[in-house]
């Protein structure tokens, strides 16, 4: 079900999210609750939806859009307060500072399943997933390492706990992936973009150990000699470092 959610074409995923919200408000009023409480549940459904936006503007449209045609509407009597409520949502799943670094973009399903063919490592070797939001890296990491040690770093509270229920087997940690030190790990595994790739290149030569591997779906180093590069299902490539980094010849 969540594939053909994320294969849906824009607008129809903030469609559905609007129209869905709709149904909650109402629903949760006819049942007798409060119109603020109606409010928050039917904005939950616009932050659930809001994952499967690529871009910031989308994810700010499929939440606020809602509460936006609400409040046109007239058709609640909130507190001034309660419309503070779609904002605070928002901020809680996409904190200011996880703006500047990757959006919630999911790793598909098996895409790192070669990755131990081309970068072996040990039994019990940490592996980090920075920036792991909902834990579908750290999923298709675990079908590459079964018998590594897997950790996940998520700046949200709200991505963080709910990566910890999808992924029981992994030690979860709220924090900065740009402030949180790497030298422990084998493997570092980023699904960022173009832009912040530079700064995790320049961590990555600082902390990561000889040996150690960088891995990225989609987006290379451009500065650095890859090592591999492999090929997701879907045509994605996964570009593939080690430590100590080899600058691109050329």
């Known amino acids: ?27 949760v009023q006819s049942l007798g609750a409060a119109a603020w409480l109606a409010l928050v549940l039917a904005c939950g459904v616009g932050v659930a939806f809001s994952v499967l936006a690529g871009t910031w503007w989308r994810r700010g449209a499929t939440v606020l859009g809602f509460p936006l ?5 007239g058709a609640a009597t ?23 670094d990757a959006p919630l973009f999911p790793t598909p399903a098996h895409a790192l399943r070669d990755l131990a063919r081309q970068a072996p490592l040990p039994a019990q070797a940490r592996v980090l997933d920075a920036g ?23 700046w949200s509270w709200l991505l963080r706990g709910l990566c910890a229920l999808r992924c029981p087997w992994a030690r979860i940690r709220q924090g900065d992936i740009w402030r949180a030190d790497w030298q422990p790990y084998d493997l570092v595994y980023l699904f960022q973009r173009p832009e912040s790739m530079p700064k995790a290149v320049e961590k990555a030569r600082a902390e990561l150990k000889p040996g150690a591997w960088l891995a990225s779906l989609e987006f290379e180093a451009r500065d650095l000699q890859p090592q591999a ?6 045509g994605r490539p996964v570009w593939l470092y080690r430590a100590p980094f080899r600058p691109r010849k050329g």
Not at 69 to 73: D, M
Not at 78 to 90: G, H, S
Not at 135 to 151: F, I, N, S, V, W
Not at 229 to 234: H, K, Q, Y
């Open 229 to 234: 590069t492999l090929r997701c299902p879907d």
């Open 132 to 154: 792991c939001g909902l834990g579908d890296g750290l999923k298709a990491l675990r079908e590459a390492y079964p018998k590594t040690q897997l950790h996940g770093l998520e």
């Open 78 to 100: 909130l507190p001034a307060w309660a419309w503070l409520m779609p904002l605070a949502l928002l901020l809680l799943i996409y904190p200011l500072n996880a703006w500047q």
């Open 69 to 73: 045609s609400l409040a046109l509407s």
């Open 1 to 27: 079900m969540k594939a053909v959610l994320a294969r849906l074409r824009w607008p129809l995923p903030a469609l559905l999210a609007w129209g869905g919200a709709w149904a909650v408000f109402i629903g």
